[in-house]
C-alpha cells in the first residue's frame, strides 16, 4: 500500500516536472537571450562563453536561445500529433468496435496494410515523396500512427460492449451516442491516456528524426534535430554543436518516458 | 494448423497487395512530372511537345487504375523500373544495397539478441542488486537517446578524438562496429527489461520453484529450465525488432555514409527518383511481412500454449 502512495507521489512530482518543461517551451522567449534567427558574423562557431552560454553555430546564431525556442517547436508538433491521432483513432476505432461486422473487418483490414509498412520507412517514403516540411511531416506521422489508436479503442470497447452496466444502459433507454459519449468512452479513457503518455518520447524522437534527415522541419525554424543535422558537418572543430541540441533532446525524452511508465503504473490498474 | 497456415499465406498475399497499391497511390499523386525526370536524365532539354510524347509513351495519361494495373504487371514481372539519378535499372541498383543493409541489420540483430539476453539475465538474477539498477539505468538511458545521437557521439569518441575506428572505408570489417551498435543500442534498451520480466515470471513459476525445492543449483535450474523458454521469448524478439531495425537503417546509415538502402532512399527522395524510392518501399514492406510472418509461424510450432483462434495468434 505504500509502495502505490510512494509511486503516486512520484508521479505526481515527475508530472510537474513535465508541466515546468512545457511551461518553458511556452515562455521561451523570456529566457533567451538571443534572437534564435539572428546572425553574428562576428562570432561564428565560438565555444560556450558569458554571451554565448551554449556557444554559436556556423553563422554566428545563439545556440542557447535556438534551443529554447526548440523546445516550442518540439513540443508543440509533439502534443498537435498527439491530439490528431488520439481523436483519429478513437473515432475510427470506436466506429470498428462498435458496428463490427463488415464495417469492422474492413477497417481493421486498412489498419493491417498500414501496419505493414515499417513505421519509420513509411513516414520517410510519404514526406520524401510529399515535399520535405513541417505540414507533411505532421501529415505523415498521422497516416502511421493513427492505427495503434483505433486497435485500442477497438480491443477496449469490444471488451466491455457486452457488459452488464452496458446493457442496463441500453435497457435504461440510452441511444448510441449517450450510450458512447456516457458509458463507454469514460472507461476506456484511462487506457487511451496510458498509451498516449507513453507516445510522448517515442513521437518526439520521430519528428527529430525527420529533421535530422532533413525532411521534417527546415532550417533556419530551430529544430533540436535539425540543428544537430547542421551541426554535424562541423564535429570536429565545434563539439557543442552536437552536445547541447542532443542532450536537449535526450533530457526531455527521457523525462517523458519516466511520465509514461508512472502513469502506466498509477493509472492502469490491469497492468501489473 | 495447414487451414492456419493458408489462411495467414492469403492474409499475406492481401496485405501486400494493398501496400503495392498505397506505394503507386503515393507516388502517383507525387507533385512531380515522371516524364520531365525521364527526359533529363537522359541529358533531353525538355519541351513541351516532346513532354506531351513522352507522357503518352509512358501511359501517364491512362486513368489510374490502368497505371496500376501495368505497374503491378511489371513489378510481377522483377521489371522494377528505370532510375533516373542512377540511370541504370532498379533491379541492377538494388541486390548491392540490400547486401550492405542486410550485413549491418544482422550484425546489429546479433549484438542485439546476445546483450539484451545476457544483461537481461544478469539483471533478473541479481535483482535489487547493484548490477541490476546498472543494468536498468543503461537500459533506460538506451530507450531515451536518440539514435541518431547516439552515432554523433560515438564517431565523436572513437574515430574524431581517439582514432580507433575509421568510417570510410564501408566494406573493411571493423567499419561495420560503431553503425551496428548504433542500430542496436537503443533496442537494446527496450528488450533488456522485457526480458528481465520474462524470466523473473519464469522465477515464481511451479516448476521452478519444484526444481529448486529438489535441490537442483540455481545455475542448472537457469540453463536448462529457463533459458529453453525464453527461446521463445527470443524469436519473438526479432519478429518485433524488425521494423525498429529496418526502420533505423535509414538514420544510421546516414550518419555513417553505408551505402545500403537506407542511403539509397533518401538519394531517391533527393533526386525525385520515384522507381527507386518505390522499390525501397516495396522491399522493406515485403522483408517486414515476411518475418513476421515466419516468427508468427514458429511461435506457433514452438510453443504448444499457443492457441490459435479466428486465424490470429493470441486472441
Known sequence: ?272 | MKYYLLKRIVQLMVVMLLATFLTFGLTYISPSDPAEMMLTSRDVIPTEELLEKTREEMGLKDPFILQYGNWLKRLLRGDLGYSYSKRESVAEVLPQRIFMTTRLALAALLILVVFSLGLGILSAIQKSKLADYIIRGFSFVGISIPSFWLGLILIYIFVVKNRWFRITDPYAHKSIILPAMTLAIPLIGRYVRQIRAAILEQYSQDYVVGARARGIREGEIIIHHILPNALLGIITLIGLSTAALLGGTVIVENIFTWPGLGSMALEAITYRDYPLLQAYVIFMVWIYVSINFIVDIMTQALDPRVVIRGGRIGE
Open chain 1, 1 to 272: 500500500m505504500s509502495n502505490r502512495k510512494r509511486k503516486k507521489a512520484f508521479f505526481s512530482f515527475i508530472l510537474s516536472v513535465a508541466g515546468l518543461l512545457i511551461l518553458l517551451a511556452i515562455v521561451a522567449p523570456a529566457f533567451a537571450p538571443k534572437d534564435p534567427l539572428a546572425t553574428d558574423f562576428a562570432h561564428v562557431l565560438k565555444g560556450p562563453s558569458s554571451k554565448y552560454p551554449f556557444g554559436t553555430d556556423q553563422v554566428g546564431r545563439c545556440i542557447y536561445s535556438r534551443i529554447l525556442y526548440g523546445a516550442r517547436v518540439s513540443l508543440g508538433m509533439t502534443f498537435l500529433l498527439l491530439m490528431l491521432i488520439f481523436t483519429l483513432g478513437l473515432a475510427i476505432g470506436m466506429v470498428a468496435g462498435m458496428s463490427g461486422g463488415i464495417i469492422d473487418t474492413m477497417i481493421m483490414r486498412i489498419t493491417d496494410t498500414v501496419l505493414s509498412f515499417p513505421d519509420t520507412v513509411f513516414a520517410i517514403a510519404i514526406v520524401g515523396i510529399l515535399g520535405p516540411g513541417i505540414r507533411n511531416t505532421i501529415f505523415a506521422l498521422s497516416v502511421v500512427w493513427w492505427t495503434k489508436y483505433a486497435r485500442l479503442t477497438r480491443v477496449l470497447v469490444m471488451g466491455i460492449k457486452n457488459s452488464e452496466y452496458i446493457h442496463a444502459a441500453k435497457m435504461a433507454g440510452a441511444g448510441k451516442l449517450k450510450l458512447i459519449t456516457h458509458y463507454i468512452f469514460p472507461n476506456i479513457l484511462s487506457s487511451l491516456i496510458v498509451q498516449l503518455a507513453l507516445d510522448i518520447g517515442g513521437m518526439m524522437l520521430a519528428i527529430a528524426g525527420l529533421s535530422f534527415l532533413g525532411l521534417g522541419v527546415q532550417s533556419p525554424t530551430p529544430e533540436w534535430g535539425n540543428m544537430l543535422n547542421e551541426g554535424r558537418a562541423y564535429m570536429q572543430t565545434a563539439p557543442w554543436l552536437l552536445i547541447y541540441p542532443g542532450l536537449a533532446i535526450f533530457t526531455v525524452v527521457a523525462i517523458f518516458n519516466v511520465l509514461g511508465d508512472t502513469a502506466r503504473d498509477v493509472l492502469d490498474p490491469k497492468h501489473v
